[in-house]
T-cell receptor
């Protein structure tokens, strides 16, 4: 079991639906990440939160809206998604945003399918 | 532009053999080089990592070899087992910056 917990594990939604993905970590990490991963491809960075503040937004469409309510929790709100948004969405955390030489710890992801 | 180049794309190895995956980079500011292992339906899990002041790091059957002058690093899996069949990603990072992942290698170990 990973120390980064993501829910739900699977999500099927229509293009007009609104849903949210949730990520939790209780390791005291102060950097949290959202990645999108397509089949047989590496994770693609979407957002980075450092000390609960959004520090990097990799030109992600506004239909994806991140939120970091506290240091342990990260949400990704979804609205009006497109079929090409179907992918595995991964959350990761890291001890400190600027320390370097530290691994990112990944959750097992949410498998998202857009109908 | 791919910051970290990884090869081969896929690899088939006999049980008990050595699996070797290679990565290369250009940015000399990179100072942390992790390898991740990912099984189907799971997130990437840290396997082993190295810093550029070390030329080799070994953990069990897994070894990273690092060549700073050539800007290359590789993962060696000794005595490969069917349970090692997974996708492997190398990565590189700069302090305070994001991780840059290689394109991945799908490893199949046949009994």
């Amino acid at each position: 079991d990973t120390e980064v917990t993501q829910t739900p594990k699977h999500l099927v939604m229509g293009m007009t639906n609104k849903k949210s993905l949730k990520c939790e970590q209780h390791m005291g990490h102060r950097a949290m990440y959202w990645y999108k991963q397509k089949a047989k491809k590496p994770p693609e960075l979407m957002f980075v939160y450092s000390y609960e503040k959004l520090s990097i937004n990799e030109s992600v469409p506004s239909r994806f809206s991140p939120e970091c309510p506290n240091s342990s929790l990260l949400n990704l709100h979804l609205h009006a998604l497109q079929p090409e948004d179907s992918a595995l969405y991964l959350c990761a955390s890291e001890t400190e945003p600027t320390s370097g030489n530290q691994p990112q710890h990944f959750g097992d992801g949410t498998r998202l399918s857009i109908l | 532009q791919q910051q970290v180049k990884q090869s081969p794309q896929s690899l088939i190895v006999q049980k008990g053999g050595i699996s070797i995956i290679n990565c290369a980079y250009e940015n000399t500011a990179f100072d942390y080089f992790p390898w991740y292992q990912q099984f189907p339906g799971k997130g990437p899990a840290l396997l082993i990592a190295i810093r550029p002041d070390v030329s080799e790091k070994k953990e069990g059957r897994f070894t990273i070899s690092f060549n700073k002058s050539a800007k290359q690093f590789s993962l060696h899996i000794m005595d490969s087992q069917p349970g090692d069949s997974a996708t492997y990603f190398c990565a590189a990072s700069i302090p305070g910056n994001q991780f840059y992942f290689g394109t991945g290698t799908s490893l199949t170990v046949i009994p």
